[in-house]
């Protein structure tokens, strides 16, 4: 069975939480976002134990509300009927000093029973005070606390939580460890899974081996239950004790995560929130850890700290690893194309109605076809839906605890598309956009690869160049990352491949893979490389793949559209082309041509050009007589039709053995403009 779970939550017993943040709350929410398991949160407060007994019975080593609510937190909103099951969760807060240093660690425990959870509170409550926060602050090593929770009962389980954020995680850059053991020692072998929090992801963590063996879970770590799934985990297994946390320890049945963009999170890039000073790890470096504005050290943030211990100049998918998916919160993209706050009321009626027409937030944003969504909710939210599916987003990254915000359309554009949109117009959403917070001028986006740093081996000082100039083009991030047919396709020595795949297979990003493999061994130059495709959005996508594989080389190689690179090569020989008409221009320039009494023949002689040229149709007779005349008008005007670009380029090296031989040359001079 597969479920979403969510086991990292907090309780209203704890600080600065929501007073809806009670078991009715987080089940009517789980229903409308789609999540069938979810952490209690703070079992140990004395208080929220005493309501969990009473309103939770045991199913399956999971608990169930006796009496669950009914009704739904949005208005009109009608989410379909799921069971929400319950796991006994609780994170504790460890400061203490080891190795001569003050560490501060917080660990997410699990237990499958009330009574298991009851007597780790009462172990606990004779270490430190467990009632003022339902997160408590003990002076207790993480490795005595997985210590007393094995004692207490064999099968819970300890998962260091959120491990980059700077200030309170096991790898944090102000208190953490360079190394897991240094902090568990002989009982290392206990911790089979880590939560890599909301500021990094799998491919961020995939960057540094020591992490492999370990299963890379994701959570909410929500304050209220609206917040309840911002990240996740996709199980397929039986939603039980035994079988979800079987699944953690070996990877039987757990299916991947997912994830915030990790520019969203709130330590990801370095800086000083008072100064309203962001800034990437060059950045850093370049100022020696300093503010530029007051002076004092910057918070180094997660992606700065993944890079230090990073030893792979790539992510490496370990082989147990599963797959992940990014989302943006449904409230955060309304909020976006509507121009109004996530929590204002346009965007709950809107976000209500959405869930009363797809069943849950995750189905909608993960699985609805984007036809139906332009269907039933307009084009400019499906255009939202399918740029959050395709990484086609403008982050403005997170420093310090300032939360970073993802955008995926601009101001210009959203003008435009808004008015044209019918989810937008008649009253349902203000007309108006509320101005967000400019980043600083220190702030600069990079990729979050950066490159490879190690404890022992100091950052480059010309690492920038590294860096993929805008980290919206994050789809191209993951182009390393190939399966078995592709990587085979990749390694082959093969002159010539014939690969047949159907869309959204990573055809774009088995070609670059291609490329730069070809590149990096020696066995050609940069320079000698033609690639093609048919669209300007891949051959964009490809470069920006290519950018990523191959800094310093990518820009000597020639990516590009079928069409511009012919017209680049026919323009270069020709310099009176000056102008290409679009396939809806051929048939008023048609109407020019024909005598008047054929002027109704131009949509089907259109048509019957371009299969022509495309290689589906030979010309009979009277259309030779009409493509010759085209042609002829488009030559005196200094022009050529979009269609025929590559028949016509296909001719001249056909006829030109001279010109042949001068094109086989480096191409990097007949490149696209």
């Known amino acids: 069975m597969r479920y979403v779970a969510d086991l990292h939550v907090h309780s209203r017993y704890s600080r600065a939480t929501s007073r809806e943040a009670d078991l009715a709350g987080y089940y009517r929410w789980a229903r409308v976002k789609g999540i069938g398991v979810v952490g209690t949160g703070d079992f140990t407060h004395p208080g929220w134990l005493a309501e969990l007994e009473d309103r939770l019975v045991e199913k399956d080593g999971l608990y169930a509300l006796r009496e669950p609510p009914e009704g739904s937190p949005l208005e009109g909103a009608v989410p379909a009927d799921r069971p929400v099951r319950f796991i006994l969760t609780t994170e504790i807060s460890s400061i203490y000093k080891k190795h001569g240093q003050v560490r501060k660690v917080h660990s997410l425990i699990g237990v499958p029973t009330l009574e298991d959870a009851r007597r780790m509170g009462t172990k606990l409550a004779a270490i430190g005070n467990i009632a003022s926060d339902g997160r408590p602050i003990l002076g207790l090593d993480p490795k005595d606390l997985l210590s007393l929770l094995l004692e207490t009962s064999p099968d819970s389980f300890l998962i260091p939580a959120h491990i980059w954020t700077p200030w309170f995680s096991l790898f944090g850059s102000k208190s953490g460890f360079d190394r897991i053991e240094d902090c568990f020692e002989e009982l290392t072998p206990h911790i089979f899974a880590l939560e890599t929090g909301l500021s990094s992801d799998p491919l961020m963590n995939w960057r540094w081996s020591a992490l492999d063996r370990y299963r890379l879970i994701s959570n909410s770590d929500a304050h209220s239950p609206g917040k309840l799934g911002r990240e996740a985990n996709l199980?397929?297994?039986?939603?039980?004790?035994?079988?979800?946390?079987?699944?953690?320890?070996?990877?039987?049945?757990?299916?991947?995560?997912?994830?915030?963009?990790?520019?969203?999170?709130?330590?990801?890039?370095?800086?000083?929130?008072?100064?309203?000073?962001?800034?990437?790890?060059?950045?850093?470096?370049?100022?020696?850890?300093?503010?530029?504005?007051?002076?004092?050290?910057?918070?180094?943030?997660?992606?700065?700290?993944?890079?230090?211990?990073?030893?792979?100049?790539?992510?490496?998918?370990?082989?147990?690893?599963?797959?992940?998916?990014?989302?943006?919160?449904?409230?955060?993209?309304?909020?976006?194309?509507?121009?109004?706050?996530?929590?204002?009321?346009?965007?709950?009626?809107?976000?209500?109605?959405?869930?009363?027409?797809?069943?849950?937030?995750?189905?909608?944003?993960?699985?609805?076809?984007?036809?139906?969504?332009?269907?039933?909710?307009?084009?400019?939210?499906?255009?939202?839906?399918?740029?959050?599916?395709?990484?086609?987003?403008?982050?403005?990254?997170?420093?310090?605890?300032?939360?970073?915000?993802?955008?995926?359309?601009?101001?210009?554009?959203?003008?435009?598309?808004?008015?044209?949109?019918?989810?937008?117009?008649?009253?349902?959403?203000?007309?108006?956009?509320?101005?967000?917070?400019?980043?600083?001028?220190?702030?600069?986006?990079?990729?979050?690869?950066?490159?490879?740093?190690?404890?022992?081996?100091?950052?480059?000082?010309?690492?920038?160049?590294?860096?993929?100039?805008?980290?919206?083009?994050?789809?191209?991030?993951?182009?390393?990352?190939?399966?078995?047919?592709?990587?085979?396709?990749?390694?082959?020595?093969?002159?010539?491949?014939?690969?047949?795949?159907?869309?959204?297979?990573?055809?774009?990003?088995?070609?670059?893979?291609?490329?730069?493999?070809?590149?990096?061994?020696?066995?050609?130059?940069?320079?000698?490389?033609?690639?093609?495709?048919?669209?300007?959005?891949?051959?964009?996508?490809?470069?920006?793949?290519?950018?990523?594989?191959?800094?310093?080389?990518?820009?000597?190689?020639?990516?590009?559209?079928?069409?511009?690179?012919?017209?680049?090569?026919?323009s270069e020989r020709d310099p009176s082309l000056l102008t290409v008409y679009a396939p809806s221009q051929r048939a008023e320039l048609l109407a020019a041509l024909l005598p008047a009494g054929e002027t109704g023949r131009v949509k089907t002689l259109a048509e019957r050009m371009e299969r022509c040229w495309e290689g589906m149709e030979e010309p009979a007779a009277d259309l030779r007589i009409v493509l010759d005349r085209y042609e002829e008008e488009l030559r005196r005007i200094g022009g050529a039709d979009l269609s025929s670009l590559v028949m016509r380029l296909s001719g001249v090296l056909r006829a030109d053995s001279a010109f042949r031989a001068e094109l086989s040359a480096p191409i990097q001079s007949h490149r696209p403009g």
């Open 235 to 570: 199980f397929d297994t039986e939603p039980s004790w035994q079988g979800l946390v079987q699944a953690l320890r070996t990877g039987e049945g757990f299916r991947g995560t997912f994830e915030f963009y990790p520019e969203e999170g709130k330590y990801h890039f370095d800086g000083h929130r008072k100064c309203h000073v962001c800034m990437d790890p060059d950045q850093t470096l370049k100022s020696g850890g300093m503010c530029p504005v007051c002076g004092t050290p910057v918070t180094v943030g997660v992606l700065n700290r993944v890079l230090t211990l990073a030893d792979r100049a790539e992510p490496v998918r370990p082989r147990t690893a599963e797959g992940f998916s990014y989302i943006i919160p449904l409230p955060e993209l309304l909020a976006e194309i509507a121009g109004s706050g996530s929590g204002s009321k346009s965007v709950s009626a809107l976000y209500g109605r959405i869930i009363t027409a797809f069943g849950n937030e995750y189905g909608f944003l993960l699985d609805a076809p984007v036809e139906d969504i332009a269907r039933s909710q307009g084009g400019l939210l499906a255009e939202a839906v399918r740029r959050m599916r395709e990484g086609r987003i403008d982050p403005r990254p997170g420093y310090d605890g300032e939360f970073g915000v993802i955008r995926v359309f601009d101001d210009a554009e959203l003008i435009r598309l808004r008015g044209q949109d019918e989810l937008f117009q008649g009253g349902r959403a203000s007309s108006s956009r509320k101005t967000r917070a400019a980043l600083p001028p220190q702030t600069a986006r990079a990729s979050r690869y950066g490159n490879t740093r190690s404890a022992s081996t100091p950052y480059a000082a010309d690492s920038a160049s590294r860096y993929a100039a805008d980290s919206a083009s994050r789809y191209a991030a993951d182009s390393t990352i190939l399966d078995d047919e592709q990587r085979a396709v990749v390694d082959s020595e093969s002159r010539r491949s014939l690969v047949l795949a159907g869309p959204g297979t990573g055809k774009t990003r088995l070609l670059a893979g291609w490329i730069a493999r070809h590149v990096r061994a020696g066995a050609v130059e940069p320079g000698r490389v033609l690639a093609l495709t048919f669209t300007n959005r891949a051959a964009g996508e490809l470069k920006e793949r290519l950018a990523l594989l191959l800094p310093g080389q990518a820009e000597k190689i020639a990516a590009a559209t079928f069409h511009s690179f012919c017209l680049s090569v026919l």
